[in-house]
């Protein structure tokens, strides 16, 4: 029996919002507009240039087509200078354990993100061989919710998206695996995450047996 299992990165496999927070804060900054962690929180599994937008917008700020461009190649490179330090010990807790069991298991592994940086970020943590696929911003003209992202992980692992399951921390991400027919496993809170068939606050909580239940089902 295969199954796909799909992963997103950011805040799945590596906790990078600290990072993506940090950079779009200077950015804020140098606009005189106030960035807080909460609207943080709504940036995750959005696009870089839909980041800008919501922030420019928060902060009831136009700027020429010429300066947004100029602000997100400087927000890529701060954050590029903290994904530049980061090794191993930044990957969350369990995340190796469950990517080994499926290995193990002998199933197609894919990683379904928005991020332009996804292999830079799997090279510093020396995940990039624990994946048979990598679907990232790089890949895609449609954002999350929009389905695309896990359409073309699942086709590149050659799994119908029905047989697909994917790991999402984000409620777009959730959505948009819904939308592609796969099962939604959301990682993070119940709160948040209510629309994806399961939920969990993190790796630790997911259990070998539920693991291959999945498989078997
Ligand atoms: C992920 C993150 C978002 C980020 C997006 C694009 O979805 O959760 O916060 O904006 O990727 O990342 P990038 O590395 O291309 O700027
Ligand atoms: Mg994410």
Do not use: N, Q, R
């Given at each position: 029996n295969k199954k796909g299992f799909i992963f997103d990165l950011d805040g799945v496999i590596v906790d990078t919002a600290k990072y993506h927070f940090l950079a779009w804060q200077q950015l804020a900054k140098s606009l005189d507009i106030n960035f807080t962690e909460e609207e943080n929180e709504q940036l995750?599994?959005?696009s870089r240039v839909r980041s800008l937008e919501k922030i420019l917008a928060w902060g009831n700020k136009t700027i020429s087509q010429d300066l947004f461009d100029k602000l997100m190649g400087d927000k890529n490179e701060e954050y590029l200078s903290y994904i530049?330090?980061?090794?191993?010990?930044?990957?969350?807790?369990?995340v190796p354990r469950v990517l080994n069991l499926l290995e193990a298991l002998d199933q197609p592994i894919s990683l379904g993100s928005a991020s332009k940086n996804a292999r830079t970020i799997l090279e510093r943590v020396n995940l990039k061989s624990n994946f048979h696929a990598i679907v990232d911003g790089n890949d895609v003209s449609k954002a999350k919710p929009d389905p695309e992202v896990f359409l073309i992980a699942a086709d590149q692992i050659n799994i119908k998206p029905e047989d697909c399951i994917v790991f999402e921390d984000s409620v777009a991400g959730v959505t948009a695996a819904n939308t592609a027919h796969m099962i939604s496993i959301g990682i993070g809170s119940k709160d948040v995450?209510?629309?994806?068939n399961y939920v969990f606050n993190?790796?630790?909580?997911?259990s070998d047996d539920f693991i291959k239940s999945l498989i078997n089902n």
């Open positions: 995750k599994g959005v530049a330090e980061m090794d191993e010990s930044e990957i969350l807790p369990d995450l209510g629309h994806a993190d790796f630790t909580e997911i």
